[in-house]
């Protein structure tokens, strides 16, 4: 799982590369991939770190491929 810091750079290089580009389709894509990006980030800030290690510890136990 991504962080936030990770999920916030891609919505950056996004909206840098939205600027870029004159194609207004492209542009709106992109500014809508970094939309997605920065909800990702705000949704990885709302998780805490005790959540986070106690799915760690679930996995570690049950070290199944398949998604319960």
Not at 51 to 63: D, L, R
Request: charged share 25%; hydrophobic share 35%.
């Amino acid at each position: 799982m991504l962080d936030q810091q990770q999920c916030r750079w891609y919505a950056r290089k996004f909206l840098i590369r939205s600027r870029q580009t004159d194609n207004t389709e492209t542009k709106a894509a992109m500014i809508r991939i970094a939309l997605y990006w920065t909800q990702l980030a705000a949704q990885a800030a709302e998780r805490s770190p005790d959540a986070q290690h106690g799915e760690y510890e679930q996995e570690a136990k049950n070290p199944s491929l398949v998604p319960e």
